[in-house]
């Protein structure tokens, strides 16, 4: 990916002397910022900035690494076709009118792409806005020149957007304001050819990039992408567009209508150490953060200092922190005294630190001053969050003083601002300056916090943990040969023997067809029981009222039945059950989805399992880790762990279910879902009370 980023010299196919067009626009880009050769290709010019102007792509001299495409669609093949007899390596296509115009723009794209797979030539794009590279000047992109008025603001986050005008529009936003340092910005389109995962591979051994931030709406391989993610330190933070429901009220089991929404890709991301963004400002505001402190691990501590100039900011910030994962210092008894010599008699300091009637007394930088000092040198702080004014009531700070003293303690700074609009820039400005992340908003600098102390730890040394061909199939084929016959759904009975064969812990059950045989299968289990009736094609028993439950005598056993067979109309066999008691109904499944293949879902259970939504999702196969890490996704944690005095979930056991659902999809590709709801707990422990397995028909 070398010849895209640092090309020795430039072709710009379309270039023209028209100031309003693209193919002028890139060309002027270029030669303000661009050091290598630049040669503008058109038969119509002799000349353009300068530049001499050539005919066609034969005839540009070396060294030539990239051509930029700027010409219309039905142009770009002959085009491409011609780079690669040139040898020219890459080519960046920022023309549209392809997949995204419908099916002849589809047909153009297909032909490029077979082009690139016949003559091995790379191609970026199309429909995109190319590349930004802020550090080196380099602006390979159709971007308005005013992005050169306010100077390019080289940081160390780079970002990849699926969208051109999002890309364009996002960095002029970001330089303008001169609040965020940008290293490159990479504009992908189509993803025709280099795709997320080629960008994203660069960029992690990029020693320019210290966070990958991304826009994406598809995944051309969302496993090789988490596999990527988790081989590298570097945070990676993405916002997901696309997130469309898709069928899921007629989706046949709870696992595929949870599964909508895009909460398996946040699940995915999850599962690889990827922070999720909701908007593209909090997406930035992420990138920003976690560049500005590379040096901070992962979970090193969630106690946080909060000075502020008022109290309402202070309690407001206490309230927002609880909802990510933050708490506040509880400050030692060196840190109070050293506040109390700023604070009057009649005050004592407490965290949240209340700096005003400290301020009355000596002043805003002598009192921000020690009060930083003092929460920095607390062992019990972990991070500080300062409440800032500016432009009026006497609160001035000294921003450099507070970043060198935060610093050298290691500890990192937040602001707050608020004030007069124009000292309100003038100080963002200086903090991007003195490398302190600021925000006009508390809980938007809270949720920053709470990323960079709580984002997870990532295991470096290997991508995902487990494969598919390490999973032991033959010994799953030899348990599941009674699924060698069947196809579509499976009936209750059937798939518990399934899940049964792979160790996973069902309740003890009868089928039966008749009275007398459910009154063998009671006098086998004792009361209570419960009693289903199986109908092919039923999955919700509850709605088609096909359960009894609580049953605890005979004379109910034989109503429950009769009762039952009016319901089936004498069609299809009961289940008799042994009862399962328990108040905790959790569910768990599989899904083979269309972008990341076989997934794994545990969450709340029984009849509310789709009104609550509380799910988590992974990619399988699953390790043992890895499924706790999922379980602990869950909203639902004081539940699990024993509220109010219910037995608490054994997670491990819970775990190792989800493991081996992972398995067994993985091994049978014929199964395309899942679904066991409830999973009840029983003394700590979870067993399948019901199950539904989906097979393929072929």
């Given at each position: 990916m070398k010849f895209f980023f640092e090309p020795r010299g430039i072709a710009v196919v379309g270039a023209t002397p028209s100031k309003e067009k693209g193919g002028h626009i890139i060309v002027s880009n270029l030669k303000k910022g661009y050091q290598g050769e630049i040669f503008p290709v058109n038969p119509r010019y002799e000349e353009i900035e300068g530049f001499t102007c050539y005919p066609s792509v034969a005839d540009v001299p070396d060294p030539v690494d990239l051509a930029i495409l700027f010409?219309?669609?039905?142009?770009?093949?002959?085009?491409?076709?011609?780079?690669?007899?040139?040898?020219?390596?890459?080519?960046?296509?920022?023309?549209?009118?392809?997949?995204?115009?419908?099916?002849?723009?589809?047909?153009?794209?297909?032909?490029?792409?077979?082009?690139?797979?016949?003559?091995?030539?790379?191609?970026?794009?199309?429909?995109?806005?190319?590349?930004?590279?802020?550090?080196?000047?380099?602006?390979?992109?159709?971007v308005t020149p005013s992005i050169w008025d306010t100077g390019l603001t080289s940081g160390n986050v780079s970002l990849i957007a699926q969208s051109g005008m999002l890309a364009g529009a996002f960095l002029i936003d970001l330089m303008s304001h001169g609040t965020m340092g940008?290293?490159?910005?990479?504009?992908?389109?189509?993803?025709?050819?280099?795709?997320?995962?080629?960008?994203?591979?660069?960029?992690?051994?990029?020693?320019?990039?210290?966070?990958?931030?991304?826009?994406?709406e598809s995944f051309v391989d969302c496993r090789r992408f988490m596999n990527l993610a988790r081989g590298t330190a570097k945070p990676i933070v993405i916002l997901n567009g696309g997130k469309t429901a898709r069928g899921a009220a007629a989706a046949l089991s709870h696992t595929a209508s949870l599964s909508a929404n895009g909460v398996i890709v946040s699940g995915a991301m999850a599962q690889a150490g990827i922070v999720e963004a909701g908007d593209f400002y909090q997406l930035s505001d992420y990138c920003k953060t976690l560049g500005l402190y590379p040096e901070i691990?992962?979970?090193?501590?969630?106690?946080?200092?909060?000075?502020?100039?008022?109290?309402?900011?202070?309690?407001?910030?206490?309230?927002?922190?609880?909802?990510h994962g933050l708490v506040l210092s509880e400050l030692d008894a060196t840190t109070l005294n050293e506040l109390k010599t700023i604070f009057p008699e009649w005050m004592p300091p407490s965290n949240p630190v209340d700096m005003w009637p400290g301020i009355i007394l000596n002043g805003s930088k002598k009192v921000y001053g020690k009060a930083i000092e003092a929460v920095c040198a607390d062992p019990g702080v972990d991070a500080v969050f300062a409440h800032c004014f500016a432009g009026g009531f006497s609160l001035e700070t000294d921003l450099e003083m507070m970043a060198k003293t935060a610093g050298k303690?290691?500890?990192?700074?937040?602001?707050?601002?608020?004030?007069?609009?124009?000292?309100?820039?003038e100080f963002q400005v200086s903090a991007q300056r003195f490398g302190i992340p600021v925000f006009r908003e508390i809980?938007?600098?809270?949720?920053?916090?709470?990323?960079?102390?709580?984002?997870?730890?990532?295991?470096?040394?290997?991508?995902?943990a487990r494969s598919a061909e390490k999973i032991p199939k033959?010994?799953?084929?030899?348990?599941?040969?009674?699924?060698?016959?069947?196809?579509?759904?499976?009936?209750?009975?059937?798939?518990?023997?399934?899940?049964?064969?792979?160790?996973?812990?069902?309740?003890?059950?009868?089928r039966v067809s008749?009275?007398?045989?459910?009154?063998?299968?009671?006098?086998?289990?004792?009361?209570?029981?419960?009693?289903?009736?199986?109908?092919?094609?039923?999955?919700?028993?509850?709605?088609?009222?096909?359960?009894?439950?609580?049953?605890?005598?005979?004379?109910?056993?034989?109503?429950?039945?009769?009762?039952?067979?009016r319901t089936m109309q004498v069609q299809g066999d009961m289940l008799i059950q042994k009862q399962v008691e328990g108040k905790i109904e959790l569910t768990a499944g599989f899904v083979r989805d269309p972008q990341l293949g076989p997934c794994v879902m545990c969450g709340l259970g029984g009849i509310f399992a789709e009104a609550l939504n509380d799910t988590a999702f992974g990619v399988a196969p699953l390790t043992l880790e890895e499924a706790l890490k999922m379980i602990s996704r869950?909203?639902?944690?004081?539940?699990?762990?024993?509220?109010?005095?219910?037995?608490?979930?054994?997670?491990?056991?819970?775990?190792?279910?989800l493991v081996s659902l992972g398995d067994l999809g993985c091994a049978w590709h014929r199964i395309q879902e899942i679904d066991i709801n409830p999973l009840i707990i029983h003394n700590g422990l979870p067993i399948a009370v019901d199950g539904l397995v989906l097979l393929s028909e072929t």
């Open positions: 010409v219309a669609a039905h142009l770009v093949p002959p085009v491409i076709e011609a780079c690669a007899k040139r040898k020219i390596p890459g080519v960046m296509i920022q023309s549209a009118g392809f997949s995204e115009i419908g099916t002849q723009g589809e047909k153009l794209q297909q032909r490029a792409k077979q082009i690139a797979d016949r003559t091995g030539i790379r191609l970026w794009g199309p429909n995109c806005m190319g590349l930004v590279d802020a550090r080196r000047r380099f602006v390979f992109s159709t940008i290293s490159k910005v990479c504009s992908i389109g189509n993803k025709m050819d280099v795709d997320e995962n080629d960008i994203l591979e660069y960029l992690i051994d990029d020693p320019d990039t210290t966070v990958i931030g991304l826009y994406l691990l992962p979970q090193r501590g969630n106690r946080v200092a909060v000075l502020t100039y008022t109290g309402a900011a202070g309690i407001v910030s206490t309230d927002i922190m609880d909802k303690a290691d500890k990192p700074l937040f602001c707050w601002i608020s004030g007069e609009r124009e000292q309100v820039h809980v938007r600098a809270v949720e920053c916090i709470g990323i960079l102390l709580n984002r997870p730890l990532v295991d470096e040394a290997n991508g995902l033959a010994s799953t084929e030899t348990r599941l040969r009674m699924l060698e016959s069947e196809k579509g759904q499976l009936d209750e009975y059937l798939s518990k023997k399934v899940l049964a064969a792979c160790d996973i812990p069902v309740v003890e059950e009868r008749s009275l007398d045989e459910a009154l063998q299968a009671a006098n086998h289990f004792g009361f209570p029981l419960v009693a289903k009736g199986i109908v092919q094609g039923v999955s919700h028993k509850t709605e088609s009222n096909l359960i009894r439950l609580g049953i605890s005598s005979i004379e109910g056993l034989e109503s429950a039945v009769k009762d039952l067979q869950l909203q639902c944690q004081r539940i699990l762990d024993g509220y109010r005095g219910l037995a608490p979930v054994d997670k491990t056991a819970l775990a190792r279910i």
